[in-house]
């Protein structure tokens, strides 16, 4: 069984809230949630970080945005705005070691992040 906590919820060991699925992305609210709307999005591929990408994944990578997008619409943020974030290893935030997605929105968002 795998260490890695976003594949668990991936295959149903632990529970994920989630708002959207297809065959190759996941999404699900984050447990601790830093906006109204804080919602995490995921290659179904375990890829560790963006330093792991290899050729073949450009496409799924791109799946993110597009899921994001549609994310974005059911929840009503698209025309107010929502941020994308994605952090690559510990020195920028990176905590849970499986490709991810923020999307962030529902409040007014600074710059630059901290
Ligand atoms: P990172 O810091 O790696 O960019 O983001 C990891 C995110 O995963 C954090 O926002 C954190 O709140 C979220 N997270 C950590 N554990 C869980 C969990 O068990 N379930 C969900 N839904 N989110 C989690
Ligand atoms: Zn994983």
Redesign the pocket.
């Known amino acids: 069984m795998t260490d890695c ?2 594949c668990k ?1 991936r295959d149903g060991d ?1 529970p ?2 989630i708002v959207f699925e297809d065959d190759h992305v996941l999404a ?7 906006a109204p709307v ?1 919602i ?1 999005i995921i290659p179904k591929k375990h890829i560790s970080t963006i330093n792991d990408l290899e050729d073949g994944d450009v496409q799924v990578m791109g799946k993110l945005f597009a899921a994001a997008k549609k994310i974005a619409h059911e929840k009503g943020v698209s025309e107010e705005g929502y941020r994308l ?3 690559c290893n510990a020195g ?6 499986h490709i ?1 997605m ?1 999307l962030l929105a529902g409040r007014a968002m600074s710059w630059p992040p901290g």
């Open positions: 906590l976003f919820i632990i994920g809230d699900f609210n984050d447990v601790n949630p830093q804080h995490l974030v994605t952090n920028a935030g990176q905590t849970v070691f991810h923020h």
